[in-house]
């Protein structure tokens, strides 16, 4: 900022508020309170003068300017709103808690997961690790590598793609082959037109393109954006409670034949049955990197049972899935889709909560290769509790610092393989046929699972 012509440059500077700007290396340059050094947004305070906001507790605010924020809090607004759409049902997609405790709500974080491990004995903790190891060699022996890159993801994967479209390698490399695997699974189909280019499906009841897609936990819908490039598809319906910035929905709508719906809203409380452009139309339901339960309540969301094809008709059905699942330690009890699976395999709800604690570990090595391949791991239990821990107070907090980073990342691969089963178990219980894949190398992500399905009878 220069200083006005007759005036010093000191003066101005005198004239700014003592802030100092360290990404732009300079003092702000707003004008301080008379009474201060500083203006009103670095004006320093005390933290008993900031509050959580009672209605969002994810931001705060001033106590003294409480009042008027309570009146005008966005969320209040977007709550209002959301509240007279005939698709929100609060909590529809939550699922229970075990019969006795029926009421409980609160979230276990992962502070709490982590306590109750470590006030574990080392015995009882290695235990754990035992029936881990069991559950894991029983019901984890197909999970197959499965790196598909379609050819109609071509122009995607060279690059060759509008540039206003963000563009990493990574991720299209992700975004493509989960897309391959729906199409080698028999899900997807690519309609191609004259001189090999894609064109879009007849939305029709005998059609064999996809007259509908739902993009769970959408983010900025550049997953379906690939989609719709490559595959021709002609209705899109983007869940996401968040708003985000660059999001693919100006180039999506762009295209004449599409279709494009964005319900801002929890996959939590979303009834998909009530959304009424949906009705009457088989979908399919794609999510990459869906956190923790997000998935659990995707499932949920998504289950067709007798009552819902009675309502909507025999053509409202799910024609397939591909979810990339991610973030097992967000995992909860209450939200997990097949608690009775687990239960039957002699895991207690404890004992989840510690399993989905122990993913977290999976990400604790180097990935240039596949640690969840290695069968041969194996924990000694004693030697660790002889040599490390027999005289170390800290009991499995010492245990668990003191293992290999190799051992924990491989037990939490294997937790998160255990996790994933039951979910593919509870497709399998509800007519679909399932998969469960690593869909890219590790290199590319270690959170490489991905759940795909499609409904046998609809084919």
Known sequence: MKAVSGEPKSKVMENRCKFWVAKKNRFCANTPFKSSLFCGNHTPRTNDQWIPCPIDPSHCVLQENLGGHVKRCPVVKQAQSLST???YQKGVNAGKEDEQQEHETVNVTSEMKRNAVYSLSIPEFFEVIRKIELVHARICNDIKESYKIPEACGLWIKGEVDRNVPFQEKHVTQQASMLGNLEEFGVLERVVGKGGKCESVELSENSNGIPAVVEFGAGRGYLTQMLADCYGIRRVFLVERKAYKLK????????????????????????LNAVKSLQGLPYIAIGKHLCGPATDLTLR?????????EQCGSNCHLKGLAIATCCHHLCQWKHYINKKYLTSLGISKEEFHAITWFTSWAVDADHSSDLSDDIDFKLHPESIEKE?????????????????????AKLGFMCKQIIDMGRLMWL?????????????????????HLLIARHAGHF
């Open 248 to 271: 693919a929905d100006r180039s999506l709508r762009q295209k004449e034949s599409l279709i494009l719906e964005r319900l801002k809203i929890d996959i939590e409380d979303l009834n």
């Open 428 to 448: 399998k219980e509800h007519g679909l046929e399932t998969e469960l894949v690593k869909y890219v190398p590790p290199s590319v992500s270690p959170e490489n």
């Open 388 to 408: 490390e821990c027999n005289e170390d107070a800290n009991g499995v907090e010492a245990v668990a610092r003191n293992m290999k980073a190799i051992e924990r």
């Open 85 to 87: 759409q005939p698709f």
């Open 301 to 309: 969301c998504c289950q067709v049972n007798e009552r819902n094809v």
